[in-house]
């Protein structure tokens, strides 16, 4: 298992952004339930956008900023009387003015969050069309993990699948989907498209070779899946393991379906916007098609050591492939 993977110790907090839109307040009651179960402290942040607030010289600007931060607090701290009163955790609130996913990001490193959650959409949803969601520009910068909850609580009984490629953050994933679910089984799937399959078939390859070159592919890949199961540790909470073969994204979806799963855990590994725009990522594509909640953990940087030239291109590496 992950050595670095989060721990939830007396303190622990978890963040939840919050822009009062009915999705963000179905994630203060996920996130409400995971930190009752877990013992976990609860803060809510709210960010109001600049232009909300703006700043000039003119006649009571300074005073009509207090009033739109007290607004803001006290519906924060409604919010959290209520959460305290239903689900016994300790809540805090904290407002700040700025770009939601940088503020949200700097919040959770100044507290230390074990966990930041969000809800999948805005309040402003012809600007999110353009601009991106808050959920997708997070994810790029934030260290902890990130729950999108899209559902108000959870099932009676959670089912977690696990979208594994066999790298560092499908380690830290399956780490984190075990300790922030302790009592779900778990469900790994891994998508495979054969390499050269298209080649081969234009350069005239027979079916049948084609179906044996297809089948020894899949089957390599259940060998690997079984040993990244092992690796991980969690072998005895499996609950199933399968290879499919398509387009990732949909693959995904139809093995959480398959599976019941409540939560479908992806390792993320914080492509800049640029190539998020430019050619998609596995979660992006997933998160917009889904009615499932998604944890996305991104793998630990390199510790130092090493040349530094070496660890620059590790980094690189890490945080512009594909997810």
């Known amino acids: 298992m992950a050595q670095d993977a989060i721990t939830f110790e007396p303190g622990?907090?978890?963040?939840?952004?919050?822009?009062?839109?009915?999705?963000a307040m179905n994630a203060v009651w996920r996130a409400g339930h995971l930190a009752r179960a877990r013992g976990a402290e609860l803060e809510l942040v709210h960010v109001i956008p600049p232009g909300d607030v703006p700043v000039y010289r003119g006649p009571g600007w300074e005073a009509n900023r207090r009033r739109v931060v007290a607004r803001a607090a006290g519906r924060l701290r409604s919010i959290a009387s209520e959460a305290e009163g239903r689900l016994d955790v300790p809540v805090a609130v904290h407002v700040a003015i700025g770009t939601a996913h940088a503020e949200i990001a700097a919040r959770a490193d100044t507290t230390s969050a074990?966990?930041?959650?969000?809800?999948?959409?805005?309040?402003?949803?012809?600007?999110?069309?353009?601009?991106?969601?808050?959920a997708q520009r997070l994810r790029r910068m934030l260290r902890a993990p990130l729950l999108i909850a899209r559902n108000r609580s959870a099932p009676r009984q959670e089912h977690a699948l696990i979208a594994v490629d066999f790298d560092a953050g499908s380690l830290e994933a399956a780490s984190t989907a075990a300790i922030l679910f302790p009592d779900a089984p778990l469900h790994f799937v891994h998508v495979r498209n054969p390499l050269f399959e298209g080649r081969l078939s234009f350069a005239g390859v027979d079916m049948q070779a084609m179906r044996t070159y297809r089948n020894e592919t899949l089957l390599e890949a259940s060998r690997e899946l079984d040993d990244f199961i092992r690796r991980t540790g969690l072998h005895a909470r499996r609950a199933s393991a399968a290879v499919k073969r398509g387009h990732i994204a949909a693959c995904i979806r139809e093995a959480a379906a398959e599976a019941g799963a409540s939560v479908v855990a992806l390792g993320a590994k914080g492509k800049s916007r640029f190539e998020a725009n430019l050619v998609g990522s596995v979660s992006g594509d997933f998160m917009s098609g889904t009615g499932h909640d998604v944890l996305l953990v991104k793998a630990p940087r390199p510790s130092w050591g090493g040349r530094p030239h070496e660890l620059r291109s590790r980094d690189i590496e890490a945080d512009n492939a594909a997810a």
Do not use: K
């Not at 622990?12 to 999705?23: E, N």
């Not at 074990?114 to 402003?124: D, F, I, K, N, Q």
């Open 12 to 23: 622990t907090r978890i963040l939840v952004g919050i822009d009062f839109s009915p999705a």
């Open 114 to 134: 074990a966990l930041v959650v969000v809800g999948p959409h805005g309040e402003r949803p012809v600007r999110d069309m353009f601009l991106g969601e808050t």
